[in-house]
């Protein structure tokens, strides 16, 4: 192969830890804490403990898939990864799931948090459930869509930006925050707040696994730091040391930041309106209305690296001859080296899933009982697509190394099995017991398996078609 057509190892050991930590650090810190103590009842302990296991099973996962990495050198993603060890139809199954659901679900979501921050930010009252929410999320997605196909350059510096400025909000509650809260009480009084107790007494499971659901939204993301190992010095070495200690600094910095904003308000305030309310006691109004900015253009530069990636999925199945249409899927635009097609299919995948998540979160829901959470269901879908990608690897390289090749990736198909537990029962069991005490049925993850399993049989039908000969 031609050295010229290679990509450089011009990447170090700390250069790939700050894109661990860049690539997970986003939006989901900042609302999903609200949601992890609405689910925990306040509990600031089962809180935090709701952090650290969602943050081992990204460990645990992200580990295994870095040793993937240095093993298969010329692999780039999941799936790859998947074609590697499991097989063909099977990587192509994972790539239709990602193209048409996981990216553009989330991609979605973030669309709505980025409009939710922006209107609170004018306004900390501020429906966010109303029509102006919604079209400015719809103005986001469009306006993302856009900086990414017409102009890839200032999307990648956008990105870089976003990435320095995330950081802000998260390093002063951090600091002030906690520095506060030891000062004038208010920490101390957050942790010795009494929660409503669960029915069994002790320790309250149903509160602790809805809390690792939602927890697992705020650490998604780091699968895509995998595709770095062919630009990365001594990746056999470097990769799963800067996964491992790039998601330890998240966890850290996650439950830092979730004890830090009992410094700026109360635990019932945080409840009900979330992060901005201790911004704005901690900082004031000016300082708080400066600090919801930055989570505005943090919540932008993630949606900005979820559009890139969605605008390319469809084209990675394309290239290979599969999907639909793969011949005008696969072109590139010549002026900007993007593939425009793909990108205006994806850009409809992410404005259904969008208005999905928008009418399912209104107060009168408007599908009703089929109604889900699409913010964190395909991302617990992800890790069920890992646990065959682990076993083939088991099968295939266990037999040497047997720590790094069998015991860490058995240990990650019982973190992943651990998480599918967590959606049956948190999105599943749960809302069924609370809606059956009202005389009303609701079984979320249903819904969702049966549009999953809709359009999974849709991209089958189209694989089904290209290898009948």
């Not at 921050?117 to 966010?128: E, G």
């Not at 600091?175 to 069994?200: K, Q, R, V």
């Not at 992410?350 to 109604?371: E, H, R």
Request: net charge positive; charged share 10%.
């Amino acid at each position: 192969m031609d050295n010229n057509n290679q990509l450089q190892k011009h990447y170090g050991l700390f250069t790939a830890i700050c894109m661990v930590v860049g690539i997970v650090i986003g939006s989901g810190v900042f609302f999903k804490a609200q949601d992890i103590l609405n689910y925990t009842g306040g509990n600031m302990w089962l809180g935090i403990l709701a952090w650290l296991v969602g943050g081992a099973v990204m460990i645990l996962c992200a580990f295994t898939f870095a040793n993937m990495a240095t093993k298969y050198v010329k692999v780039n993603g999941v799936v790859d990864y998947a074609e590697a060890v499991v097989g063909e139809r099977y990587a192509y199954m994972t790539g239709w799931f990602i193209s048409t659901i996981y990216y553009p679900a989330m991609t979605g979501v973030l669309a709505w948090v980025t409009a939710r921050y922006t209107v609170t930010l004018f306004d900390p009252t501020a429906d966010v459930t109303s029509g102006l929410c919604m079209a400015l999320g719809t103005l986001y997605l469009c306006l993302m869509y856009a900086v990414n196909v017409l102009s890839p350059r200032i999307a990648g510096k956008f990105q870089i930006a976003t990435t320095v400025i995330k950081l802000i909000p998260l390093a002063a509650i951090v600091l002030i925050g906690t520095t506060a809260g030891l000062i004038n009480g208010n920490t101390t009084a957050a942790f010795s707040a009494e929660a409503a107790p669960s029915a069994a007494g002790g320790l309250d499971l149903s509160a602790l696994l809805a809390g690792v659901a939602a927890a697992t939204f705020a650490y998604d993301g780091w699968i895509i730091s995998t595709s770095i190992n062919a630009e990365l010095k001594d990746p056999k070495k470097n990769l799963p040391i800067a996964l491992v200690l790039g998601a330890v600094i998240i966890i850290v910095v996650y439950v830092l930041y979730f004890i830090g904003l009992t410094g700026g308000a109360t635990v019932d305030v945080l409840r009900a309106v979330g992060s901005p309310a201790a911004f704005r006691a901690l900082f004031g109004s000016v300082g708080g209305t400066l600090f919801n900015a930055c989570i505005v253009l943090s919540c932008c530069g993630t949606l900005n690296g979820l559009m890139l990636a969605c605008t390319r999925s469809l084209y990675s199945l394309s290239v290979r001859g599969q999907g639909p249409r793969p011949a005008m899927f696969s072109q590139l635009d010549p002026q900007t080296n993007i593939p425009s097609n793909s990108g205006v299919l994806a850009l409809l995948f992410c404005a259904a899933w969008y208005f999905y998540f928008y009418a399912s979160n209104l107060t009168t829901p408007t599908f009703g009982v089929f109604s889900f959470d699409s913010s964190e269901l395909p991302i617990i879908t992800i890790y069920a697509i890992y646990i065959p990608i682990f076993i083939m690897f088991i099968k295939k390289e266990g037999k040497k190394q047997r720590f790094k090749n069998t015991v860490m990736p058995a240990l990650a198909v019982l973190a992943a099995l651990f998480i599918m537990f967590v959606a049956l029962y948190a999105h599943g069991i749960r809302p069924y017991l609370a809606a059956a005490a009202e005389g009303r049925f609701a079984f979320p993850v249903l819904f969702y398996l049966i549009v999953f399993a809709i359009i999974m049989s849709i991209g089958a039908l189209f694989y089904k078609k290209q290898n009948q000969g």
